[in-house]
């Protein structure tokens, strides 16, 4: 029999920088595929290599489970007996289920109205203590940061160093499929653990097996773009609620991630956004929003004549899956009819069409 697939802290093993104390507590995250997108590179304008790594097939749905099997991990093996984090619903999810999973109290707060459909759910349904607070993610953040700096409750968010070590692995499946690193890698940026953590994985492989170094595509929504902008956001706005983010507590990082890699972060509309969603659930791959928005700003610098990929190797993340945020659907698609449960009615129907 084939040994059974280990989850990130056992196949990664000796490539993170974790306490021996660490316990492992896993789902079996990450392994998710490199999906080829040959006709959506082609509409792009042709010439290039592009895949999507579809982080939306991890446990919880979304990329964040890479970081927290390491942090509920190492947290379980210090002794504590409470998460907490705030979140704007993916972190939330992959929260609460590792803390289920270890037997752990998660606490969870959230920005009121703001958290889409299926993070909540996953939130509650893992049996997370969610609360909601009158603020932004960003006054959610600043008092998780608070309350554990005072109590023995283990702070989750990426600013927890154990989820950048987890967090990481993306890059070396990317490196392993791929043979050697892509020349671009394309993400959404919120609270800019992701860049960080991917960043710190490709040149911790290339150190290792010499796979190359891609260059970063960071990219915001325009509403919620404070690395763009050189400010913080006070009122951050965008359909992408998982980026809906002020003041990114990894923003220096990023920045210097995406400079030093010879890349950028740039901004993108709601409506930019929306398009690439709607144009990879064309293609067979539907994310949430905020995962659309690497594309998103690939697209958008393709189209300004500010990038040639003529001949380059790109990836790009999707960070959630689209069932997290089922009701944006709405917001493009044609709701179904409804009709007589007759043969001669669904004929006319379809034929009407076809004519
Ligand atoms: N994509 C999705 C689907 C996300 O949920 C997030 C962040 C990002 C991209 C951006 O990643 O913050 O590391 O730059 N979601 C966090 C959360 C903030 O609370 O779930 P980042």
């Keep these: 029999m084939p040994a059974p697939y280990a989850g990130l802290l056992e196949r990664y093993h000796d490539w993170l920088d974790l306490p ?12 998710t595929p490199l999906i080829p997108m040959p006709r959506l590179a082609e509409e792009l304008g042709g010439g290039f290599e592009l895949y999507v790594k579809y982080e939306g097939l991890n446990p919880s749905g979304s990329f964040k489970d890479r970081g927290m099997t390491a942090a509920i991990s190492e947290a379980l093996g210090r002794g504590v007996r409470a998460v907490i984090c705030a979140s704007t619903g993916n972190t939330a999810a992959s929260a609460a289920a590792y803390a289920a999973r ?7 707060l959230i920005p009121q109205g703001k958290v889409a459909l299926g993070k909540l759910a996953g939130a509650l349904a893992y049996g997370a203590e969610v609360i909601q607070i009158e603020g932004s993610f960003d006054d959610a953040l600043a008092l998780v940061v608070e309350i554990s700096q005072k109590y023995p409750i283990a702070l989750v968010n990426s600013l927890n160093p154990y989820r950048l070590e987890g967090q990481k692995t993306a890059a070396f499946e990317i490196c392993d499929t791929l043979g050697s690193a892509p020349d671009w890698l394309c993400l959404p940026v919120g609270n800019a653990g992701n860049i960080t953590a991917y960043w710190m994985g490709f040149r911790q492989y290339h150190v290792r097996r010499g796979s190359g170094l891609p260059r970063l ?13 050189g400010h913080p956001v006070e009122k951050p706005e965008t359909v992408a609620t ?4 002020g003041r ?8 210097a991630a995406a400079e030093e890699s010879g890349g950028r972060i740039i901004a993108v509309s709601d409506d ?8 990879l659930a064309a293609h067979g791959v539907w994310v949430e929003p905020a995962s659309a ?21 790109i990836v790009a993340i999707c ?19 409804t009709l007589p449960a007759s043969l001669q009615a669904l004929t006319d129907a379809l034929l009407r069409e076809a004519a």
Excluded: C
Excluded at 20 to 31: H, K, M, Q, S
């Design 217 to 229: 595509l960071g990219v915001q929504a325009a509403g919620a773009a404070p690395l763009v902008l």
């Design 20 to 31: 021996a104390y660490t316990r492992p507590v896993t789902l079996l995250e990450g392994n």
């Design 293 to 313: 928005a690497g594309l998103a700003g690939l697209a958008h610098e393709i189209a300004a004549g500010r990038f040639n990929p003529r001949g380059q190797r």
């Design 102 to 108: 270890a037997g752990l109290r998660a606490i969870v």
């Design 272 to 279: 930019e956004i929306l398009t690439m969603q709607r144009r």
């Design 319 to 337: 960070t959630g899956h689209g069932l997290k945020d089922p009701d944006i659907v709405a917001r493009w698609s044609t709701p179904p009819r």
């Design 248 to 255: 990114p507590a990894r923003g220096e990082q990023a920045l």
């Design 242 to 245: 998982a980026i809906r983010i």
